[in-house]
């Protein structure tokens, strides 16, 4: 029996197709729903924090300082939460984040200071989602887990378009070599033609 390497490498692209589509499924299964990021921001002390996006504090390009803190929804969605205390600037120039206002002025420290980190840490404790930011979050998860399963897709289908197309050429490029015909494994035995014989 001669060893068809032909159809030896066509069952070894075949195996390499079926497990990266169940690859696909497994991540698609284990990364599922992603991890919300979003950012609040707290404008001044007793402030509601009000959302900024869906994101990192960096992204809103102003200065200040953040507290994380993770949250599930109640319908079971993972959220990275990150408060965001802007910064004012004081008469003198210097920046501060508020603590407390008296008097029509406010009062505030350093950001990262001892005081603004308890006050800080204070809100983070507090802070609970409403009615309508947990639906929010929810949306949002559902978006991004349909979109990551999109991107994904997208990337198997090329992959599996270019092995496909990889596994051709090369075997174009083989045949070429060999002298083999197109779709065929082997090259054709010679075969003597039989005489023809022509009645008189």
Not at 110 to 115: D, I, L, N, V
Not at 139 to 157: D, T, Y
Request: no cysteine; aromatic share 14%; net charge neutral.
């Amino acid at each position: 029996m001669r060893f068809n390497i032909f159809a030896g490498t066509r069952r070894v692209v075949l195996v390499i197709g079926v497990i990266s589509i169940l690859g696909f499924v497994y991540w698609a299964i284990e990364n599922s729903p992603p991890t919300v990021y979003t950012t609040f921001t707290v404008d001044s002390p007793g402030a509601k924090p009000t959302w900024a996006n869906w994101g990192f504090p960096h992204d809103l390009d102003i200065k200040g300082m953040d507290v994380r803190k993770d949250i599930r929804t109640k319908t079971g969605k993972d959220v990275t939460l990150y408060l965001f205390f802007p910064e004012r600037k004081a008469d003198d120039g210097r920046m501060f984040i508020p603590l407390r206002s008296e008097g029509g002025r406010w009062w505030g420290n350093e950001a990262y200071s001892e005081p603004v980190e308890t006050y800080t840490k204070q809100v983070a404790d507090s802070f609970t989602f409403s009615a309508a930011q947990e639906r929010a979050m929810d949306k949002q998860s559902s978006h991004l887990r349909w979109k990551n399963i999109r991107e994904a897709a997208g990337f198997l289908v090329g992959w599996l378009v270019f092995l496909g197309i990889g596994t051709a050429v090369v075997g174009w490029i083989v045949r070429g070599f060999f002298g083999i015909p197109s779709g065929m494994d082997f090259k054709p035995e010679n075969v003597k033609p039989e005489p023809v014989v022509e009645e008189a």
